[in-house]
């Protein structure tokens, strides 16, 4: 049997143990201490808040296209590679394209196939690819009178008929056609398509109805977007304030 020191058990007033008894506990800090170590450390920027946007609209338009697959399993794949299956890869890579593509590099018309990271697989019964992608072109260069808005929206609903993709998929129709919204925006690379819903990528009804869902949700979006970034800056606002009087240390006493 032990013999237990009931006392020890019993609730025991701090202050009244000596400073002797407590050899297991830190000391208190030096002056100056600061317990985070020296180096270079991680805050948030504006590239890294826009990469998070991007790859949000990207996850966006890929649900709307038929892959359901969330922002951090995402950023995760993009980053390591790993978090998701076999039967998953096709819709990581397809996703990780298109955040990619709308991160910046050269638009879709400088060259559409480069875009698309495509190219020609051989002789068939379809029109070679590269036919395929003339001949959109040459409607969306007919159509250069066009504001970018209205170009993009008809470039989004000839896609299909061009026969560029597989039939019912609409992911590099909603990437090229958010790239060609845009236009030549220096602050934006992609105008947000279906952050809002994907009202502005239904298909269906006359142009005049089709040009008019496709404002709508972009508008919407757009509206979406901007509440985010000041719900952001009110957060950034809120927590700077909350930390102005904090230097690091652990408080003494």
Same mark, same amino acid.
């Given at each position: 049997m032990y013999d237990l020191d009931i006392d020890f058990l019993t609730d025991t007033d701090p202050s009244s143990v000596p400073d002797e008894d407590l050899w297991f506990l830190p000391g208190p800090p030096e002056p100056g201490f600061d317990p985070i170590p020296p180096g270079p450390r991680a805050e948030p920027n504006e590239a890294s808040v826009l990469d998070e946007w991007r790859a949000a609209e990207a996850v966006d338009? #890929?649900?709307?296209? #038929?892959? !359901?697959i969330a922002p951090d399993r995402l950023a995760l794949w993009i980053?390591? !590679?790993v978090g998701n299956t076999k039967a998953e890869d096709q819709g990581y890579a397809k996703l990780g394209w298109a955040v990619r593509r709308l991160t910046g590099g050269p638009g879709p018309t400088a060259d559409l196939a480069t875009f698309l990271g495509r190219h020609e697989i051989g002789a068939g019964e379809e029109a070679p690819l590269s036919e395929r992608i003339a001949g959109l072109l040459e409607m969306l260069d007919a159509g250069r009178d066009l504001h970018p808005l209205t170009r993009a929206c008809l470039c989004f609903h000839l896609w299909p008929l061009a026969g560029i993709g597989p039939e019912g998929e609409r992911l590099e129709a909603a990437? $090229?056609?958010? !790239?060609?919204?845009? #236009?030549?925006? $220096?602050?934006?690379?992609?105008?947000?398509l279906a952050v809002a819903g994907g009202a502005a990528l239904r298909a269906g009804g006359l142009p005049p109805v089709r040009l008019g869902r496709w404002l709508d949700g972009m508008e919407a979006g757009l509206a979406a977007t901007l509440r985010g970034l000041e719900d952001l800056t009110a957060w950034q606002t809120r927590a700077q304030a909350e930390i102005a009087d904090l230097s690091g240390q652990t408080p003494v006493g």
């Open positions: 338009l #890929g649900w709307h296209a #038929g892959y !359901r980053v390591l !590679r990437v $090229t056609a958010a !790239r060609l919204a845009a #236009g030549d925006c $220096t602050a934006a690379a992609f105008v947000p």
